[in-house]
């Protein structure tokens, strides 16, 4: 297959995929709006990706495109409504960057709570003020909320305990058996997390629900002093309204993304919070260690090849989670060629479409059984029509899901 590799993968990824057969076109430097001539005259089949963006010019002008892979885990970057109406599959490399967020979420923590950038910028400027960079807190007996407890947040939470800090968590899939288990403290809501919080840090995906998640009435809900640290979304949080609560030294924070982030890898950069006192930042590099690169390749060559093998799409992010059927037609049937057209032929004619089928065989390879979700529920003549053919058709059973 023909592979587009559109950011940085490690030279030993780049190896496997070429030792394997495939065409690899590797362009790490490609810029989004580069991307959608690269796909149009390299005819490509597969793009990996990590930060660049995957836009819909991207995928109309594709037209050999079937699979798009985040290496990463989160697919705000992709169009996914033009993947969706071009069929092109969209998968990610979940959890494989765990680890990494999560040590520069600690370093993030250590480096505000320390003020360490600033020491350090003083340093060299030949400032010299120990008396100043010697009032920090400290983190031990602290209490560091997590919002969104997926495998980066059990992974900060997990190093936090180290640091014997107190920990609490709201996730919209915890339950309090589950937080017990992996010694934090269950909330049932985000503010409850916010309120009783001297560190919070956010760990969620980015969803229409999370959009905003930290928004001004939130932020005014944190402790005087506290600290925000993102390490996941720019997006989820009122640029704005941190900015001004940094200016008023209500809070600091310590951050991996931020609103207007440049698209290429390296030039210049202007931010709201270049002004700010009380703020690290850095330049979106959570899950830039040489280990988490290594591992998230790996883990979309691992999708590339079970594809190329069976076409099974491992980690398929861009799936109807519930299919628009309103029934379930079970057919037993005679196992030959032709059976299941003619099955099909019969819904079609009376303009039901099949949403999703698996069919299966039983053991000797003479009988099979195809289940299939419909759109419409078959009125008693195409059942009959079905049914009535018998010398294919074992017997039918219709299952309605409303």
């Known amino acids: ?34 991307v959608p001539q690269a796909l149009r005259d390299g ?14 010019e991207a995928i109309q002008a594709a037209s050999q495109l079937v699979l798009v892979i985040r290496a990463g885990a989160g697919v705000n970057t992709i169009d996914l409504e033009t993947a969706n109406r071009h069929g092109v599959f ?22 505000v709570d320390r003020r360490i950038t600033d020491a350090t910028s003083d340093f060299n400027n030949g400032i010299w003020n120990k008396g100043l960079y010697s009032k920090a807190d400290g983190l031990a007996g602290k209490t560091l909320g997590i919002l969104g407890f997926g495998g980066i947040g059990r992974e900060v939470a997990r190093r936090a305990l180290g640091f014997d800090m107190r920990v609490t968590v709201w996730s919209r899939s915890l339950t309090e058996e589950a937080a017990r288990q992996a010694g934090v403290q269950f909330c049932h809501e985000p503010d409850e997390v916010i309120r009783s919080s001297d560190i919070l840090s956010l760990h969620t995906a980015l969803t229409g629900e999370t959009r905003g998640l930290i928004d001004r009435r939130r932020i005014q809900l944190m402790r005087e002093g506290a600290i925000l640290i993102n390490t996941a979304r720019a997006e989820l949080v009122d ?43 850095t330049h979106h590099i959570g899950a830039s260690t040489e280990q988490a690169q290594l591992s998230v390749a790996m883990e979309a060559i691992r999708i590339i090849g079970e594809f190329s093998r069976s076409g099974r799409i491992e980690n398929w992010v861009n799936r109807s989670p519930v299919p628009p059927a309103r029934c379930r037609l079970v057919v037993r049937h005679q196992d030959r060629p032709g059976v299941l057209a003619n099955v099909l032929g019969e819904l079609r004619d009376a303009g039901i479409n099949a ?48």
């Open 1 to 34: 297959m023909t592979i587009l590799v559109a950011d940085a993968l490690p030279a030993a990824a780049l190896e496997v995929l070429q030792s394997s057969g495939h065409t690899v076109q590797n362009q790490p430097s490609l810029s989004a709006a580069e």
């Open 43 to 56: 005819g490509a089949e597969i793009l990996i990706v990590r930060s660049t963006r995957v836009t819909a």
């Open 90 to 111: 969209v998968t990610n490399c979940p959890g494989r960057n765990a680890a990494a967020v999560a040590e520069l979420t600690i370093g993030l923590i250590v480096a």
């Open 239 to 281: 640029e704005q309204a941190l900015v001004e609560a940094l200016q008023a030294k209500r809070v600091r924070a310590g951050v991996d993304v931020f609103q207007d982030e440049p698209e290429g890898k390296d030039g210049t950069v202007s931010s709201a919070l270049q002004s700010c006192p009380g703020v690290v930042v």
């Open 355 to 402: 949403e999703e089928m698996e069919n299966v065989i039983f053991a000797g390879n003479h009988t099979a059984c195809c289940t299939i979700q419909l759109s419409e529920v078959p009125a008693r003549s195409v059942l009959e029509a079905i049914r009535g053919r018998q010398e294919e058709v074992l017997g039918i059973r219709v299952v309605t899901l409303e």
